[in-house]
T-cell receptor, first 113, second 115 residues
Framework: GENVEQHPSTLSVQEGDSAVIKCTYS??????FPWYKQELGKRPQLIID?????GEKKDQRIAVTLNKTAKHFSLHITETQPEDSAVYFC????????????FGGGTRLMVKP | EAGVAQSPRYKIIEKRQSVAFWCNPISGHATLYWYQQILGQGPKLLIQ????????DSQLPKDRFSAERLKGVDSTLKIQPAKLEDSAVYLCASSPGARANEKLFFGSGTQLSVL
């Protein structure tokens, strides 16, 4: 089945700096890659996703890039703000009989004011 | 729009006891998911329903975990008997379509502590 690994597990940046979180996946048939943000004690919420037919997607300060050849995708947050502090999870979806979304282990992002 | 509702919010039990969690998905959502999130890890899918049928339960420990989704709406997840390693947050999620390659709407979760 699909295996998704996420790095780093913790990331500390200064307010205003950029943050990058990287995920690798194992199944080359994966075709959908969402990113979820989970604030302390709250539910995960989708912040951005990308499908395998595009290489990059942006939404204001957030962008995701996908490299299908290398089987990795990354979340980029620019001009970080304290409210960006949270745990971020990447995930991969393989369109096969399993029909399962597999999550990475998470990255705790801390933005210091 | 009402979100995914889960109860209870917290549950503390002793090992070997039984426990049940309840989930009410967003109205009209066809697919319902139960995830287990152990502290410091990503959510792990336990079972996925489409309407009232099971799509995937390959990671559900069937010797102790069971789940049902009656009438294709509400769902319950049961653990009997519980083990210490079952301590986790149990997240329910729903999505409008039939597959997981779309936005999932998560509930607030039930935090289970097994002593």
């Amino acid at each position: 089945g699909e295996n998704v690994e996420q790095h780093p597990s913790t990331l500390s940046v200064q307010e205003g700096d950029s943050a990058v979180i990287k995920c690798t996946y194992s199944d080359s048939a994966s075709n959908y890659f969402p990113w979820y943000k989970q604030e302390l004690g709250k539910r995960p919420q989708l912040i951005i996703d990308i499908r395998s037919n595009v290489g990059e997607k942006k939404d204001q300060r957030i962008a995701v890039t996908l490299n299908k050849t290398a089987k990795h995708f990354s979340l980029h947050i620019t001009e970080t703000q304290p409210e960006d502090s949270a745990v971020y999870f990447c995930a991969g979806f393989v369109n096969n009989a399993g029909n399962m979304l597999t999550f990475g282990g998470g990255t705790r992002l801390m933005v210091k004011p | 729009e009402a979100g995914v509702a889960q109860s209870p919010r917290y549950k503390i039990i002793e090992k070997r006891q039984s426990v049940a969690f309840w989930c009410n998905p967003i109205s009209g959502h066809a697919t319902l998911y139960w995830y287990q999130q152990i502290l410091g890890q990503g959510p792990k899918l336990l079972i996925q329903f489409q309407n009232n049928g099971v799509v995937d339960d390959s990671q559900l420990p069937k010797d102790r975990f069971s789940a049902e989704r009656l009438k294709g709406v509400d769902s319950t997840l049961k653990i009997q008997p519980a083990k210490l390693e079952d301590s986790a947050v149990y997240l329910c999620a729903s999505s409008p379509g039939a597959r997981a390659n779309e936005k999932l709407f998560f509930g607030s979760g039930t935090q289970l502590s097994v002593l």
